[in-house]
Nanobody, 121 residues
Framework: QVQLVESGGGLVQTGGSLRLSCAASGRTFSNYAMGWFRQAPGKEREFVAAINWSGGLTNYADSVKGRFTISRRNAANTVNLQMNSLKPEDTAVYYC??????????????WGQGTQVTVSS
């Protein structure tokens, strides 16, 4: 089992920045790729970004490419999502997940409880 706890969400104005963090405990963190997903009200959960076990490979949704950066520190069992130039359409609950280096939710085995990000216009 891997337990994941997100933090760092909040309310920000358009163009602002937020940094989400996800702390992992349980099984060896470095065994897993890590992903961030988000879900807006009335919409399906969608892929945001992923990073492989070493941090050497990353993948982003087109909608966030160039604005968001995913990173990880295996020594600290953490994965971060730096979000810049935020837009109202980025408003959602953001989830951290552990699994395979893929972009579909079914490829991730463990999930956090989510953290709310709200971008005001």
């Amino acid at each position: 089992q891997v337990q994941l706890v997100e933090s760092g969400g909040g309310l920000v104005q358009t163009g602002g920045s937020l940094r989400l963090s996800c702390a992992a405990s349980g099984r060896t963190f470095s065994n897993y790729a890590m992903g961030w997903f988000r879900q807006a009200p009335g919409k399906e959960r969608e892929f945001v970004a992923a990073i492989n076990w070493s941090g050497g490979l990353t993948n982003y949704a087109d909608s966030v490419k160039g604005r968001f950066t995913i990173s990880r520190r295996n020594a600290a069992n953490t994965v971060n999502l730096q979000m810049n130039s935020l837009k109202p359409e980025d408003t959602a609950v953001y989830y951290c997940a552990a699994g395979r280096f893929r972009y579909t939710a079914n490829d991730y085995d463990y999930w956090g409880q989510g953290t709310q990000v709200t971008v005001s216009s």
